[in-house]
């Protein structure tokens, strides 16, 4: 029996029984990994951890996706950075509002395996409105801030700060965030486990709140992501994110092809328990440390 172990923590992992393998290989930026687990059903693993599974997928990608979209008032153009699985492509594109949602991933090969392997989650990128490219979204995002592009809503769906994605969680590239969003933009960027990064996710939100008036976490159930419960930030130089400003009518109008999210449930996920909260009003850590290094301060 062949069995895939994802590294969660020390000692630690997520061990999958593969039933079959369809592709295991470098690319130049990272490597992919392409297999059929029991209970997950297609796996998705980047670098040697879990980017996406059958599974639990549309949690992820749902709670990404619409809490930005359904608190913002008018989202027409949408930028998503990484999420070469098209899953957060695929829930931005059921808002009808969306005129245009640039996709921009560094690695093709992610794409080309979504496309062969997840059809479930390829969909959108054959919409119209979905303008696909491959290529460095630290270098998408200086050179759209310095040509004058805006977008609405930027949602960061990267992998976690290792390798090309490093750049991806520094204050130099939410500043350039910052000025493709203008006053009412909303950035989010993934912003990983509440269970057993503590400190990195610390270290997000002080990045974030060096340039952003609001930065507002919230968090969801992500079965197979370190430690199950993951964190994403909400960022804005306008309106917050909250409970609040969820827009149920506009989450009425496609809530039953979710699988995930519905409005109690939307509103929800701003609710922390109360050693996030500590963590992130700047408390030391407490019982549990943390396993994962801190985003560099640039
Ligand atoms: N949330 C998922 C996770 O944490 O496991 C992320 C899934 S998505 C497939 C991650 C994508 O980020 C990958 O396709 C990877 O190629 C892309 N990525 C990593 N660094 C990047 C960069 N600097 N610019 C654009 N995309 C990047």
């Known amino acids: 029996m062949l069995r895939y172990d994802d590294p969660w923590a020390r000692g630690t992992f997520l061990s999958y029984t593969v039933t079959k393998v369809y592709e295991m290989f470098e690319t130049e930026f990272q490597r992919i990994e392409v297999f059929e687990a029991e209970e997950f059903g297609t796996v998705l693993a980047l670098g040697g951890v879990t980017n996406v599974t059958d599974r639990d997928e549309s949690a992820y990608h749902e709670l990404l996706a619409h809490l930005p979209l359904l608190c913002h008032p008018n989202p027409r153009r949408v930028l998503i950075i990484g999420g070469g699985d ?6 931005v594109l059921r808002h009808p509002e969306v005129q245009e949602a640039v996709l921009v991933d560094i690695d093709g ?9 997840f059809p479930k989650l390829a969909v959108a990128f054959e919409d119209p409105r979905a303008d696909v490219r491959v290529a460095d979204g630290v270098a998408f995002v200086a050179n759209a801030a310095a040509a004058g592009e805006k977008f609405d809503v930027i949602l960061v769906d990267s992998t976690d700060p290792v390798d090309a994605a490093v750049d991806l969680f520094t204050e130099s590239f939410y ?5 493709l969003l203008g006053d009412s933009g909303i950035l989010v960027p993934q912003s990983d486990s509440l269970t057993f990064c503590i400190d990195r996710v610390v ?6 709140s060096a340039i952003f008036g609001s930065v507002t976490p919230y968090a969801g159930h992500c079965l197979t992501y370190p430690g199950a419960y993951w964190a994403f930030m909400g960022a804005t130089n306008g309106r917050a994110l909250s409970p609040e400003h969820v827009d149920g009518k506009r989450l009425a109008a ?3 092809e979710l699988r995930f999210i519905n409005e109690p449930h939307a509103r929800a996920v701003f609710a922390l328990p109360q050693y996030v909260v500590r963590a992130l009003a700047g408390a030391p850590p407490s019982d549990l440390p ?3 290094d ?3 301060v640039d």
């Open 109 to 117: 090969e992610v794409i080309r395996c979504a496309k062969q392997y």
């Open 203 to 208: 270290g997000i939100h002080r990045n974030l």
């Open 254 to 256: 496609f809530a039953e």
């Open 290 to 292: 943390s396993v994962c």
């Open 175 to 179: 500043r350039g965030c910052a000025t």
């Open 294 to 296: 801190v985003p560099p």
């Open 86 to 91: 098209g899953g957060t492509l695929r829930e």
